[in-house]
Structures are given as structure tokens and as C-alpha cells.
């Protein structure tokens, strides 16, 4: 009853987000017909456009794992941004400064940026262990303090001068992932992020230390009681998403870019945290999840190129659709009146 109630209750937040946006579409525009045209379909009208939404969804499956994992422990430490930004950053010191084989170069970038992802996302949770700080405030504050000193480094050691804006130099050859499709952006990073899904909803379901996270998360106190070590699983946890977050920043740099520019945060774990409510920290929902909200993404911006909509309507929609699936009581009526019936069904 609860996965069918889980399902329906989504269905319905997805109908009525879409809904909304429609509507605001003929409130505001000239020609709605086009921009819901391009909005919902502008992806399925070439190659190039429908593999974007592969590409795009690259990054959202990588945070949208590591948030996922760590509100599946019960905690909220948003360090993933810091941890993806910051593995960019040694990804493009690594594709600039090191020269390896091609097969060994990407190989070694990775687990570079997933180790230092991990040693950053352990921060929040140490201070929360041993200081007992609030894990959301801590993070917050040092996703700004690592933002900075990437563009302290990327500007100090890595900057091409002659580029004429922030950009680092170009990156060596080998120290990229190619592509899956020709004439698209769709790389092998996104197998690689299917690989991590896979990984992580192994050992979320199948593993002691997922039953750990799992009980952790959902009843800290019985944890306690039933002599599970929480200090470590809130440690472990967020080790494990900073390095996925780390190696989502590596593989978004190797599959999409030849040079670092990211002179603005990308706030990806923003992204990521509607991406594991959607999933229901479920990782292998990830994907889906991933895939929706970079297609309506890519829609979005097809639209604001064709019609006199802009892109910003996307903001609606996730607003909506987070709304009625947090929101506790939504639909709540329904699924007690269809436990009633079950209840007498049972008893007749």
C-alpha cells in the first residue's frame, strides 16, 4: 500500500506541476502553443537535443546520490557542493599539470577527486560527532570557504593568461572521457554514474552498514539501543557521499569540458537535494529522477529560445513538485480511506 500510495501521490504532483505551468504559460505568452510545444517535446525534435538530457542529468545523478545517502542517515549537510566543485578543481589540476596513458589518466583523475571529496565531506560530520554542531550550518559555510579557494588556485596555478576571461589551461588529450554518441555531449561519464547507482543501492539494501544507515536514519535512539555505532555511521555516510559528489565533479569535467570555467558555483547539490526527495533516497529511483528534471531543463531552455518564455518557469515546477511531495498531508485523506477498506476486507 505504501509504495502504490508513493507512486500515485507523485503521479499527482507531477499532473498538478505540469498543470501550473501550462496555465502560466497562456497567462504570460503571446504564442503558448509553441512555448509548451517546445517545452515538453523541443527535446524529442533532434539527436542532439534528446542526448543532452543524458548529459544534463550526469551531475544530478551523482549528488542526487550523495544527498540521498545522507538523508537516508537522518542527517542534512549540503557539503556535496563543496565536495563536486573542489573535485573539479583537482580534476583540472591533474588533466593540466600530470601526463599519463590515455586508459590511466581519467582512472587516476577519479579517485584523486573521490578521495579528496570524501576527506571533505567528513568536516560536517566530525564537527557534528565531536562538537556537536549543526552538520547544515557547518556545510553551508564551507561550501563557501573550498568555492573560494578553488578559484584561489584555478587563478593562482592554473589560469591561462591569454584566454581573456577565467578559464584555466587546456586540458591534456588522455584526460578525457569520450563520447557514447557522435554529434551529442552524451559521454561515458553517464555509465560511469550508472556503475555508482548500482553501487550505492548495493550497499544501501544488500549490505550490513546500508541496514545501519537505513536504521540510523529512520529511529537514531533504537540504533543506539540495538548497539549500533551511529558516530560512525553519520562519519561513513558522509565520507561516502563526499567522494561521490567528488567523483561526479571529476567526470562532469572530463566528459563536458576542455578547460575549467566555472567561475560561479554550480550549486548542483541544490539540484541534488530535489532530486533525492523525488527519488525517495532511493538510489535506484536516481536516474529517473535525473532524467526528469534535466529534460524539462532542456525543454525549458528550448523554449526560451523559441517562444517569449523564459527559462525560468522550470523554477515553478520543481517549486510545485516539492511542495506536494514533502508536503505530509497531501493525499494523506485518500490513503487512509483505502487502509480502511483494506482493514475491512481483512476482517470480513
Known amino acids: ?92 589540476a591533474l588533466a593540466i599539470k600530470t601526463s599519463l596513458p590515455f586508459a590511466v589518466h581519467p582512472i587516476v583523475i577519479m579517485i584523486a577527486a573521490a578521495a579528496v571529496g570524501g576527506l571533505i565531506g567528513s568536516i560536517p560530520a566530525l564537527l557534528k560527532v565531536y562538537f556537536h554542531t549543526n552538520e547544515l550550518v557547518t556545510s553551508l559555510m564551507f561550501n563557501y570557504v573550498f568555492f573560494y579557494l578553488g578559484i584561489y588556485n584555478v587563478t593562482k596555478f592554473l589560469a591561462d593568461r591569454e584566454a581573456g576571461t577565467f578559464a584555466s589551461k587546456k586540458y591534456q588529450a588522455t584526460a578525457s572521457l569520450g563520447k557514447l554518441i557522435s554529434g551529442t555531449n552524451f559521454h561515458v561519464g553517464y555509465l560511469i554514474a550508472i556503475v555508482a547507482v548500482i553501487l550505492l543501492y548495493i550497499l544501501v539494501y544488500k549490505t550490513k552498514f546500508g541496514y545501519e544507515v537505513r536504521i540510523s536514519g529512520s529511529n537514531p535512539e533504537f540504533a543506539k539501543y540495538s548497539g549500533i555505532r551511529t558516530s560512525r555511521v553519520i562519519i561513513m555516510t558522509q565520507v561516502i557521499a563526499g567522494a561521490v559528489a567528488g567523483l561526479g565533479g571529476a567526470v562532469e569535467q572530463m566528459g563536458m569540458y576542455q578547460r575549467f570555467n566555472w567561475q560561479d558555483s554550480p550549486s548542483y547539490a541544490w539540484d541534488g537535494v530535489i532530486i533525492a526527495i523525488l527519488s525517495g533516497n532511493n538510489p535506484k529511483m536516481v536516474p529517473f529522477a535525473a532524467f526528469f528534471l534535466a529534460y524539462i531543463r532542456v525543454g525549458a531552455d528550448l523554449m526560451s529560445r523559441r517562444s517569449d518564455v523564459q527559462n525560468e518557469l522550470v523554477s515553478i515546477i520543481q517549486a510545485v513538485l516539492i511542495l506536494f511531495v514533502t508536503a505530509e498531508r497531501f493525499m494523506a485523506g485518500w490513503k487512509q480511506r483505502e487502509e480502511a477498506k483494506k482493514a475491512l476486507k481483512g476482517e470480513a
Open 1 to 92: 500500500m505504501n509504495k502504490k500510495f508513493t507512486i500515485v501521490r507523485l503521479l499527482c504532483a507531477f499532473a498538478i506541476a505540469i498543470a501550473l505551468s501550462v496555465a502560466v504559460i497562456f497567462a504570460v505568452s503571446e504564442e503558448p502553443v509553441t512555448a509548451i510545444y517546445n517545452l515538453f517535446l523541443g527535446p524529442l525534435q533532434s539527436k542532439r537535443h534528446f542526448f543532452e538530457v543524458f548529459a544534463s542529468s550526469v551531475p544530478l545523478i551523482f549528488t542526487g546520490l550523495a544527498l540521498g545517502l545522507v538523508f537516508k542517515s537522518g542527517n542534512f549537510s549540503m557539503i556535496a557542493d563543496a565536495c563536486l566543485y573542489t573535485g573539479a578543481v583537482v580534476t583540472a
